[in-house]
């Protein structure tokens, strides 16, 4: 496995990459929109890797790329690298920062492809995500909303906890941002710049539904700090055990 890791670190363009792992509705595009005010970071819109496959038609296509080696996922990851690669260097960047929710339920295959990814961990309070949820999801109950943004907090949790990172909770991002990515910064290390706390300034391309947030909020180019906690009442039974565990319920 050590080999096998070591051997796909070698043939990747794309070095030490940081993705951003979290729930739906966890304020991903806020802080992907700060670190790309960054001089020295590209962080694209939401680029849904998990949705860019390769088909191998035929039996002879799998018979010459078995003769080369490469399986159906090794050249899936070659066209992710190719592709993050290609847009780092055409933003004229050094470090790619990449986000996209479903990502935390690929956070294996992730590290098969880039065996020196660097994950950071942005939590929100789960009844704040399921609240947001729900807004969208009208005719869903609260229960059914609350399943469903469950499978991505689990998600990212057993990644926290088995490959280890940054965690960074979008709550403290927007009451002392310049704190927050101050500590993202040492960890992904890059020096802090103060343009990443006025993101409203730098261009960070359409923002639009399938892109990430799209809301007034966001589009205003300034950091909304969160004004209130949802009470324990609020919590979804299903989400309980992770409030706690990400210590938003003693």
């Not at 290609?86 to 992730?110: F, G, Y």
Request: charged share 25%; net charge positive; aromatic share 8%.
């Amino acid at each position: 496995m050590l080999a096998a890791a070591r051997a796909a670190a070698d043939e990747r363009l794309l070095q030490k990459p940081v993705f951003i792992l979290s729930s739906i509705r966890s304020g991903s595009t806020l802080l992907r929109v700060m670190l790309n005010s960054h001089s020295q970071i590209y962080a694209p819109h939401e680029l849904h890797l998990t949705g860019i496959k390769v088909n191998m038609s035929s039996k002879y296509v799998k018979s010459a790329m078995q003769e080369l080696g490469l399986s159906a996922e090794t050249l899936q990851f070659l066209l992710w690298d190719r592709l993050l690669q290609r847009e780092l260097m055409r933003n004229n960047k050094q470090l790619l920062v990449n986000k996209t929710p479903s990502d935390a339920l690929m956070w294996r295959r992730i590290i098969r492809c880039w065996p020196d990814v660097r994950f950071i961990y942005l939590l929100r309070h789960p009844a704040a995500v399921t609240d947001s949820w729900q807004r969208a999801r009208q005719d869903w109950t609260r229960d059914e909303v609350g399943e469903d943004v469950k499978r991505y907090m689990v998600a990212v949790e057993e990644a926290r906890s088995q490959r280890g990172g940054l965690t960074v909770k979008y709550e403290d991002v927007t009451t002392d941002p310049e704190r927050e990515m101050r500590r993202i910064c040492k960890f992904i290390g890059v020096a802090y710049e103060p343009a990443m706390v006025d993101y409203g300034r730098a261009d960070h391309g359409s923002f639009r539904a399938g892109l990430g947030d799209w809301s007034k909020n966001i589009k205003s180019g300034k950091i909304v700090p969160v004004e209130r906690m949802p009470t324990p009442d609020e919590i979804p039974a299903t989400l309980l055990d992770l409030t706690k565990q990400w210590g938003y319920l003693s």
